[in-house]
């Protein structure tokens, strides 16, 4: 089983330029959520899904949007890259109070 | 005041030492509870629930204290293979609103 994955592994954006990061989960968890992860702040949530066709914004929000279309896929896009998005991005999963993170992306933004 | 408040460390400790980590959260509301281990540059995965009876697992035990709001770590006969970040997990009313702490680091030395 794949659990989750998320592409690309890691990327150097140039700012302004526009990016989707991608998620795929295969078990068909209803709830999906995209993460933040700096030095010193921790892991914060960005937007999330509880189920396929709803989202919801979570604590930094701004810069960010995604969509739902199903229940595998959960998409996050930078409209137009600033340099404070330079992080670590995770999406995760779940079904109940367990969350299961993919390998998370590492976006740098110049 | 930070909602969940966690020791950063890094707490060095060597092999077959005991080790025990707080985390506190403001929220009186909290409900659910949960430690996550994190490697370096890998994703977080869940390490163990925290119930309020306390909960153990082989060596390791979490503890729930609601009066004073924290839970806690044990881990006893530390290994080399138990290096790595713990983070304390906090719900209030439902899966979604999900906050973690920004971790504690463990390094057991030969």
């Known amino acids: 089983t794949a659990g989750i994955t998320q592409a690309p592994t890691s990327q150097i954006l140039a700012a302004g330029r526009s990016m989707t990061l991608r998620c795929t989960q295969d078990?068909?968890?209803?709830?999906m959520y995209w993460y933040r992860q700096d030095l010193g702040l921790g892991l914060r949530l960005i937007h999330y899904?509880?189920?396929?066709?709803?989202?919801g914004k979570g604590e930094v929000p701004d810069g960010y949007s995604v969509s739902r279309a199903n229940t595998d896929d959960f998409p996050l896009t930078l409209a137009s890259a600033v340099p404070s998005q330079t992080s670590v991005y995770f999406c995760?999963?779940?079904?109940?109070?367990?969350?299961?993170f993919g390998p998370g992306t590492r976006l740098t933004v110049l | 005041r930070k909602e969940v408040e966690q020791d950063p460390g890094p707490f060095n400790v060597p092999e077959g030492a005991t080790v025990a980590f707080n985390c506190t959260y403001s929220?009186?509301?909290?409900?659910?509870f949960f430690w996550y281990r994190q490697d370096c540059r890998k994703e977080p995965k869940l390490l163990m629930s925290?119930?309020?009876s306390g909960n153990e697992d082989g060596r390791f035990t979490a503890q729930l204290n609601r009066a004073s709001q924290y839970i806690s770590l044990l881990i006893r006969d530390s290994k080399l293979s138990d290096s790595a970040t713990y983070l304390c997990?906090?719900?209030?009313?439902?899966?979604?609103?999900?906050?973690f702490g920004t971790g504690t680091k463990l390094q057991v030395i030969p």
């Open positions: 078990m068909r968890h209803n709830a």
């Open positions: 899904s509880n189920t396929a066709g709803t989202t």
């Open positions: 929220n009186s509301a909290s409900q659910s």
């Open positions: 997990v906090v719900t209030v009313g439902g899966y979604q609103k999900v906050t």
């Open positions: 995760a999963s779940s079904d109940s109070y367990e969350q299961f």
């Open positions: 925290v119930y309020s």
